[in-house]
């Protein structure tokens, strides 16, 4: 063993052969340096990356919230579904034959805040609204209270079958957003 040590150690020993290591370690060096700045370029353009897409990030969400399509297809008369819009949940009542007749049957002059049937639907069947009580904020329950429409349980509020306000403090009709229909199974809103 200690034969062989001496002549294996100035082998591999930087002292024993200057300049070939010397040379070596500028190559390695120098592609290591390539590649150190190569990465550093690289972290660089996704840092650039990052917030120019978060810039655009809001914009685009923004503009994917503005509206939202909906397929009503499965719901049947008689049902509701509840989306999301613009942070707000958004009634979408296939109302039965009975609540368009109610709805249709008010003389709306009487109501805290006229509005016909036909003004606050674009098809008889679907009535869509904004779910957030015009009183104070609350989320009303469905098919409920004096008119068989909406009830809002934090004051009392009583909407009939048009979405419109009856009874109670609230002072205005559910509001109706801006929706079309796409297809007579696809309504887009917003
Ligand atoms: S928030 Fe609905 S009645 Fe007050």
Same mark, same amino acid.
């Given at each position: 063993?200690?034969?062989?040590?001496?002549?294996?150690?100035? !082998?591999?020993?930087?002292?024993?052969? =200057?300049?070939?290591?010397?040379?070596?370690?500028?190559?390695?060096?120098?592609?290591?340096?390539?590649? /150190?700045?190569?990465?550093? /370029?690289?972290?660089?353009?996704?840092?650039?990356?990052?917030?120019?897409?978060?810039?655009?990030?809001?914009?685009?969400?923004?503009? /994917?919230?503005?509206?939202?399509?909906?397929?009503?297809?499965?719901?049947?008369?008689? !049902?509701? *579904?509840?989306?999301?819009?613009?942070?707000?949940? *958004?009634?979408?009542?296939?109302?039965?034959?009975?609540?368009?007749?109610?709805? !249709?049957?008010?003389?709306?002059?009487?109501? =805290?805040?006229?509005?016909?049937?036909?003004?606050?639907?674009?098809?008889?069947?679907?009535? %869509?609204?904004?779910?957030?009580?015009?009183?104070?904020?609350?989320?009303?329950?469905? !098919?409920?209270?004096?008119?068989?429409?909406?009830?809002?349980?934090?004051?009392?509020?009583?909407?009939?079958?048009?979405?419109? %306000?009856?009874?109670? =403090?609230? =002072?205005?009709?559910?509001?109706?957003?801006?929706?079309?229909?796409?297809?007579?199974?696809?309504?887009?809103?917003?």
């Amino acid at each position: 063993m200690d034969d062989t040590l001496p002549q294996t150690l100035p !082998q591999t020993s930087p002292q024993t052969s =200057p300049q070939t290591m010397s040379d070596d370690s500028q190559t390695t060096r120098r592609d290591f340096l390539y590649l /150190a700045t190569g990465a550093v /370029a690289a972290v660089g353009a996704g840092g650039v990356a990052i917030p120019l897409i978060d810039q655009m990030n809001p914009a685009a969400s923004v503009k /994917a919230l503005a509206s939202i399509e909906v397929d009503i297809s499965t719901i049947e008369a008689g !049902q509701s *579904v509840t989306v999301t819009w613009r942070g707000k949940p *958004v009634f979408i009542r296939h109302r039965t034959k009975q609540e368009i007749a109610e709805a !249709q049957a008010v003389v709306s002059a009487d109501l =805290p805040d006229p509005q016909t049937d036909k003004e606050r639907v674009k098809k008889d069947e679907w009535l %869509i609204m904004v779910g957030v009580c015009t009183h104070l904020g609350c989320v009303p329950l469905g !098919q409920a209270g004096d008119f068989k429409g909406w009830f809002c349980p934090c004051h009392g509020s009583h909407y009939d079958t048009s979405g419109r %306000i009856r009874r109670g =403090p609230a =002072p205005t009709n559910l509001e109706i957003p801006a929706y079309s229909f796409l297809t007579d199974t696809r309504v887009k809103i917003g």
